[in-house]
């Protein structure tokens, strides 16, 4: 039943992130050129790829005590991720929001080096759909 939550949530996501980038495409590109559209689009689709992320963090962390490395690979797709929004973007809030989610990314990696196989990953949610939040605005 979670599992088919977890989906349904993120079919939701999904759809509302698609109408968001359709919403931002048509805006952006009656007002400014196509560089913007396409980095509005990355951003939104690179956020979408780390709420993905952060799904599947969720997951490791929850079977941490089956594969402990899944934790690990999870962490580093995000950190990929947000390397590669920070990189197309000159935007302050972005760079705000990439800055806390990676921070987060840290916090929990660290706390995973430490032993803790149940590491607080809240901050790295909240993180994450507030990157989610400054893509689509």
Known sequence: MAAASRRSRSSRRRIAIAATVAAIGLTAGLATGCDAVDKAIDCVQTADTIADSVTGLQQAVENAANDPTQTDQSL?????????????????????????????????????????????????????GELTKVCTS
């Open 76 to 128: 580093n797709s995000i950190e990929k991720d947000l390397d590669k929004i920070g990189d197309k973007t000159d935007n302050a809030d972005v760079n705000k929001a990439v800055d806390d989610l990676s921070t987060a990314v840290d916090n929990v990696r660290t706390a995973v080096k430490n032993g803790d196989d149940t590491p607080d990953i809240s901050p790295v949610t909240d993180a994450a």
